[in-house]
């Protein structure tokens, strides 16, 4: 493509995005950067983005029976007590009836967050980024991928035996109101009926399936303890189910945990850079080495390549990139403080926070600089997110797949942000 014909055709997908008006906080235009074309990759890229998806499977697999075995294993409880954390009691009575129920599956749906092309640092269960994820989709003219509105009608018709199953989406946050609510029209539209609530709940006599907030909004609304009655009844689909288990980050640390790992195969392992709980007992190993905490933070900034961030279900920090810590940016005694933070949240409000790897690969990538109206290239740090499903008895799939780019190591949906689909 010549630079008149790709000046041209971001041009076009940059007014595409601007017109649906998804901006995130209700903003007059899309919000983010966007290229002509999509990032490419290779197949064997391609099969790594593929073959992860029955290793994610596992790992929700193994990580569920484990927390279940927690609820009723009284060797076990300390599972129990981190993955409830400073939840109330009243979430976390009714976290332990969900689990002690039998009836928690995975969850249909899971978007990892890759800072390199199979290194998940973070996996969004209950997450939005459905709307963005469907209007970068369909700026490709033809997608290996079968798109979220697609997948989407696909697993309520699995789980309810029709996709016109009366449905609900429920979102719990403000900004992003219009990307929802793009994503609920094009799913009418394509023959589904799914109604968006924000910050209310359906009646449970009138839906089957509920695309649920996290467990402590959820409960928050009024009905929302009926429609968990009616999910342990089986009258209902929440998906994810109930449990605080899918609306946190501290999972991704079970593979390496010296009292979990032997439970995990080295396949599951390998999903995400090693990952530890920060506590004055942690037995943090990371290439085969040994180092405390102590021995961490008085590294050179050049070797001390860990991010600190924090991992329970606490609302205001759970999601956005918030809490998130880049501590080779930081100086020793920085460092010194944050990990006291950490260590006293923990301690003192059950608060969890993790030390993970931190993953440096940047992408080559081409996009629109939306001021000069010229295109640019350049190396930015990267997030892809492949859309993953995994509908009973099917293998599991890769419904959409999208990636952000940033020239900044901190990748999130922000106005300096490059939005490009994925395509091979």
């Not at 400073?86 to 749906?109: A, T």
């Not at 890759?114 to 963005?132: F, L, R």
């Not at 606490?314 to 990990?339: D, W």
Request: net charge neutral; proline share 6%; charged share 25%.
């Amino acid at each position: 493509m010549n630079t008149v014909n790709a000046i041209n055709r971001a041009l076009e997908i940059r007014d595409y995005c601007n017109k649906l008006q998804l901006g995130y906080d209700r903003a007059p235009d899309c919000r983010f950067l966007v290229g002509p074309e999509p990032f490419k990759i290779s197949d064997d890229q391609l099969a790594v983005f593929v073959n992860q998806g029955e290793q994610f499977r596992a790992w929700f697999a193994i990580t569920l029976e484990l927390s279940t075995r927690a609820c009723r294993d009284h060797s076990m409880s300390w599972l129990a007590d981190l993955i409830e954390g400073e939840s109330p009691d009243h979430i976390k009575k009714v976290n332990r009836q969900v689990h002690l129920s039998g009836l928690l599956n995975i969850p249909l749906f899971a978007r990892p967050d890759m800072s390199a092309i199979g290194a998940s640092v973070e996996v969004q269960t209950p997450g939005s980024g459905w709307g963005y994820q469907t209007a970068i989709h369909n700026v490709v003219g033809k997608s290996r991928w079968t798109g979220p509105v697609n997948g989407f009608k696909r697993a309520v018709k699995a789980l309810t035996g029709s996709h016109s199953t009366p449905s609900a989406y429920v979102l719990y946050n403000d900004p992003h109101f219009p990307e929802v609510e793009y994503f609920c029209r094009l799913c009418g539209e394509a023959g589904m009926q799914l109604q968006m609530h924000f910050k209310t709940l359906p009646s449970a006599s009138e839906v089957k399936f509920v695309r649920r907030p996290p467990l402590e909004d959820l409960l928050s609304y009024k009905g929302g303890s009926e429609l968990v009655q009616s999910w342990l009844n089986g009258q209902l689909v929440l998906e994810p189910g109930p449990s605080l288990l899918f609306d946190q980050k501290l999972a991704i640390l079970f593979p390496f945990h010296p009292l979990l790992r032997e439970f995990y195969p080295d396949s599951v392992r390998q999903l995400f850079p090693e990952t530890y709980l920060v506590a004055r007992d942690s037995r943090l190993v990371f290439d085969g080495k040994p180092l405390s905490l102590d021995e961490l933070s008085n590294l050179s900034g050049s070797k001390r390549q860990f991010i600190l961030k924090y991992a329970g279900a606490k609302k205001g920090l759970r999601a956005g990139g918030k809490a998130v810590y880049n501590l080779s940016e930081r100086n020793h005694q920085k460092v010194q403080e944050l990990l006291a933070m950490a260590l006293q949240d923990g301690e003192s409000h059950r608060s969890p926070w993790l030390i993970q790897k931190r993953v440096r690969q940047k992408y080559p990538i081409v996009f629109l600089d939306h001021v000069a109206e010229e295109i640019r290239e350049a190396q930015y740090y990267a997030l892809f997110r492949p859309m993953c499903s995994f509908l009973p008895d099917e293998p599991s799939e890769i419904v959409a797949l999208t990636a952000l780019f940033r020239k900044d190591w901190k990748v999130h949906g922000s106005s300096d942000a490059v939005m490009l689909p994925v395509e091979v």
